[in-house]
């Protein structure tokens, strides 16, 4: 959703409607209005065109910076204890305190 709120900016400071960028799209107006709001999230070929019809980098949309209503909080990561090999043994990852063996 991040993304949406970018490009709301982006439209915003170029003076561009959402009827333009449906048309730069090649959708309805309702299509791109609800990527615009969040509802559809916009692929990266969506984005690719938009950038290059604003004429900024697409990376602009993918700003990890995002805040506000617009900002998505990273889930931690967490990593499985066991896992299996590909034959289906167990394959047990040692904890930070365990040396690993060679």
């Given at each position: 959703?991040?993304?949406?709120?970018?490009?709301?900016?982006?439209?915003?400071?170029?003076?561009?409607?959402?009827?333009?960028?449906?048309?730069?799209?090649?959708?309805?107006?309702?299509?791109?209005?609800?990527?615009?709001?969040?509802?559809?999230?916009?692929?990266?070929?969506?984005?690719?065109?938009?950038?290059?019809?604003?004429?900024?980098?697409?990376?602009?949309f993918?700003?990890?910076?995002?805040?506000?209503?617009?900002?998505?909080?990273?889930?931690?990561?967490?990593?499985?204890?066991?896992v299996?090999?590909?034959?289906?043994?167990?394959?047990?990852?040692?904890?930070?305190?365990?040396?690993?063996?060679a």
């Amino acid at each position: 959703m991040w993304a949406a709120g970018q490009l709301r900016a982006e439209l915003a400071r170029q003076r561009k409607s959402s009827s333009e960028l449906a048309e730069a799209l090649h959708l309805s107006q309702s299509a791109a209005s609800r990527r615009l709001t969040g509802e559809i999230s916009m692929d990266l070929d969506e984005l690719s065109i938009i950038a290059a019809w604003l004429q900024v980098p697409v990376s602009s949309f993918m700003s990890s910076q995002a805040t506000g209503a617009d900002a998505v909080p990273e889930p931690p990561l967490v990593f499985p204890q066991r896992v299996a090999r590909q034959d289906g043994a167990p394959l047990v990852v040692p904890d930070d305190d365990e040396a690993v063996a060679a």
